[in-house]
Structure formats: C-alpha cells, structure tokens
Antibody, heavy 118, light 106 residues
Framework: EVHLVESGGGLGQPGGSLRLSCAASGFTFSASAMNWVRQAPGKGLEWVSAVSDSGGSTYYEDSVKGRFTISRDNAKKTLSLQMNSLRGDDTAVYYCVSRGPDRELDNWGQGTLVTVSS | DIQMTQSPSSVSASVGDRVTITCRAS??????LAWYQQKPGKAPKLLIH???SLQSGVPSRFSGSGSGTDFTLTISGLQPEDFATYYCQQGNSFPYTFGQGTKVEI
C-alpha cells in the first residue's frame, strides 16, 4: 500500500523559511515524478511544484518561483520543499502527491498545514 | 497557463440522481484530464484519469468523457458517500491547473 507522510508544517514568519518533507513507501519512488499541491483554507486546489523521477527537472507555479525549491532523495525515498520568503498567501495545507503514467496525481499524503503569520 | 473552468460550482441532488459536472479547458489538452473527489478535512482522491479511465477501486457509477477542451464527469445513481467536492485537473502542460471545484450537496 502506498503511503506518503508529510512533515515540517507549522507557523512561519512572513519573510521566513520552512522546509517540508515527505516520506514515501509502498511504491517505486525512484520511478515516479512527485508534486506538491496546496489548498488554502476554504479554497480550491493549487498545484505548486513538480520534480522528475531522477530529480533532474523541476517545475514551479509562478507565485512560488524563486522562493520555493523542490528536491528529492531517491535513496531515502523522501521529497522536500524548501520554502523561503514566506508570504501570508502561502498559508495552506500542503500535500505530497505522486504522479501516474497519464499525468494524473494518483496518490496523496494526508497534508501538512503551513500558517504564515506574525 | 491553461485555465480550467468547471460548472456548475454547486449542485443540489438526491440519492439515486444522475449528476453531471463539466470542465472546459482554455485550449486543447487532448485527454490529459483527471477528476478528483474531496471530502471535508480529507485529501483528494483520484477518480478518473486520461479523461475516461476509472481508477482502480473506484465504483463504476463514476464515468468520464471528453477530449480536447470539453470534458464531463457523470455520477450515475448518487450514493450518500458521494456528497463531496469534485475537481478536474489538466496534465497537458506545466503549470498543472485545477478547476475551481463543484460541490455536490443535498
């Protein structure tokens, strides 16, 4: 069974940093592209970032480009999101999500809440 | 960026009803379209991928159709556990984008 478990959420200061991690198990992590998707309180889903299976290619939504960095460690089966220069509109539940062969987001973690506030 | 427009934003329905949700892409996305179900406080769950392929374990009352720019999710015979919010998502190109969601409620 696939398990994706996020950690690292919490309260961050405006302009500050947080690092999210995701521990994966139950599937061939090194063969799967991975994503972060977020959901602000009471709002819809927003794709944030993706990384290829090898880690060689990364992609970002415009509002986080230059502030967030996605990375992965295939040996440790972990996905990370380094979040710098945090803003209030980064407040959301962040989900770690694997990508399937039809570019669907097939397996989701339970999410970790990030709150940006002074 | 590709904009995904869902309609309606909400629908009132009863158990046993047939419910149809539409999703329109701002440009051709072939069949790179997925549908998700989300219940309050829970992570989204994949229902349909490649526009019409039912994800393993998802009941057959869920079906998807369409290609290009116009897509449909149909729930045939609504069950109590189907009351939730549904999202479409395009995987044609980055940034991946979601529709704004359709809430199915009593």
């Amino acid at each position: 069974e696939v398990h994706l478990v996020e950690s690292g959420g919490g309260l961050g200061q405006p302009g500050g940093s947080l690092r999210l991690s995701c521990a994966a198990s139950g599937f061939t992590f090194s063969a799967s592209a991975m994503n972060w998707v977020r959901q602000a309180p009471g709002k819809g889903l927003e794709w944030v970032s993706a990384v290829s299976d090898s880690g060689g290619s990364t992609y970002y939504e415009d509002s986080v480009k230059g502030r967030f960095t996605i990375s992965r460690d295939n040996a440790k089966k972990t996905l990370s999101l380094q979040m710098n220069s945090l803003r209030g509109d980064d407040t959301a539940v962040y989900y770690c999500v694997s990508r399937g062969p039809d570019r669907e987001l097939d397996n989701w973690g339970q999410g970790t809440l990030v709150t940006v506030s002074s | 960026d590709i904009q995904m427009t869902q309609s309606p934003s909400s629908v009132s329905a009863s158990v046993g009803d047939r419910v149809t949700i539409t999703c329109r892409a701002s440009r051709d996305i072939s069949r790179w379209l997925a549908w998700y179900q989300q219940k309050p406080g829970k992570a989204p769950k994949l229902l349909i991928h490649a526009a019409s392929s039912l994800q393993s374990g998802v009941p057959s009352r869920f079906s998807g159709s369409g290609s290009g720019t116009d897509f449909t999710l149909t729930i045939s015979g609504l069950q109590p556990e189907d009351f939730a919010t549904y999202y479409c998502q395009q995987g044609n190109s980055f940034p991946y984008t979601f529709g704004q969601g359709t809430k199915v409620e009593i």
